[in-house]
């Protein structure tokens, strides 16, 4: 998603313009861009399902969550705490490991149509969630805590 890309290519920019070298930033921005690759295969692996049509229903469920931005969010925060810097990461890693988790218990054979029959179905939840995540993107500088309450609400909403 272009947000996401956005997210990622920043990040290399960021890291050349402080001195990394290019091939480095760039090798760094595909690996972001491809997070939860493996996730995704091991779960078309288990299921017996279409690896395409899996990633296009994670991907619709971050990007109408805006799990993604949360999560590109995570990966990008630099603390200087060591324990925020274990939150931050374990966030990252919880936002994607909390979508490959809903589509293994869905288990849909049609995981897109399912995700959009889950988000019409849930409306009224998700846009009230939606809604939270964009107070966030349009507030100050994102923080650990933040992400933490979008976290765990999303765990919530999409455990039903």
Do not use: C, H
């Not at 809604?131 to 609400?153: C, F, N, S, W």
């Amino acid at each position: 998603p272009a947000d996401i890309r956005y997210q990622t290519e920043s990040f290399g920019a960021r890291l050349f313009e402080q001195g990394a070298p290019r091939k480095i930033t760039d090798r760094l921005v595909k690996m972001a861009q491809l997070d939860g690759a493996i996730g995704l295969a091991a779960l078309s692996s288990s299921q017996k399902g279409n690896v395409i049509a899996l990633t296009q229903a994670f991907t619709a469920i971050g990007d109408a969550l805006g799990i993604g931005w949360a999560q590109g969010t995570a990966m990008q925060m630099d603390p200087n705490d060591p324990w925020e810097r274990l939150l931050v990461a374990g966030l990252a890693r919880d936002f994607q490991a909390m979508r490959l988790d809903f589509l293994r218990r869905r288990g849909a054979k049609r995981p897109v149509d399912d995700a959009q029959s889950w988000l019409a179905d849930n409306a009224a939840r998700v846009r009230a969630f939606k809604a939270t995540v964009d107070r966030a993107k349009l507030g100050a500088t994102p923080t650990a805590a933040m992400l933490a309450q979008i976290a765990g609400q999303a765990r919530v909403l999409l455990g039903r």
